[in-house]
């Protein structure tokens, strides 16, 4: 399994970033994936959830700001951020979690950084 995200930088709060996710290794269509991040010196925080019947889930903190979305013809989601905020400044990792045999395994993405600041 291979998760490779891309998309982050740095942008003006206000701001709009587009984070992309492309996976392998498994049958992408069949699974949910998911988006999490890590902000400096905090821990791990869900960030939004879509699953293989495209529907969604999104932590409040992002909710009305943030879109999930998948492309099962290219193996790929995608995470639409708007009114991008300083406390969104974090490390954003794709994930998926995948059951082998009776062992649940989270495979992750090397993670993209977003910095917003003026």
């Known amino acids: 399994v291979q998760l490779q995200a891309c998309g982050g930088g740095l942008v003006q709060p206000g701001g709009s970033l587009r984070l992309s996710c492309v996976a392998s290794?498994?049958?992408?269509?069949?699974?949910?994936m998911s988006w999490l991040r890590q902000a400096p010196g905090k821990g791990l925080e869900s960030v939004s959830d879509?699953?293989?019947?495209?529907?969604?889930a999104y932590a409040d903190s992002v909710k009305g700001r943030f879109t999930i979305s998948r492309d099962n013809a290219n193996n790929t989601i995608f995470l639409r951020m708007n009114s991008l905020k300083p406390e969104d400044t974090a490390v954003y990792y794709c994930?998926?979690?995948?059951?082998?045999?009776?062992?649940?395994?989270?495979?992750w993405g090397q993670g993209t950084q977003v910095t917003v600041s003026s």
């Open positions: 879509i699953m293989n019947d495209d529907r969604t």
């Open positions: 994930y998926v979690d995948i059951l082998y045999g009776l062992d649940q395994v989270r495979n």
């Open positions: 290794g498994f049958r992408f269509s069949s699974f949910a």
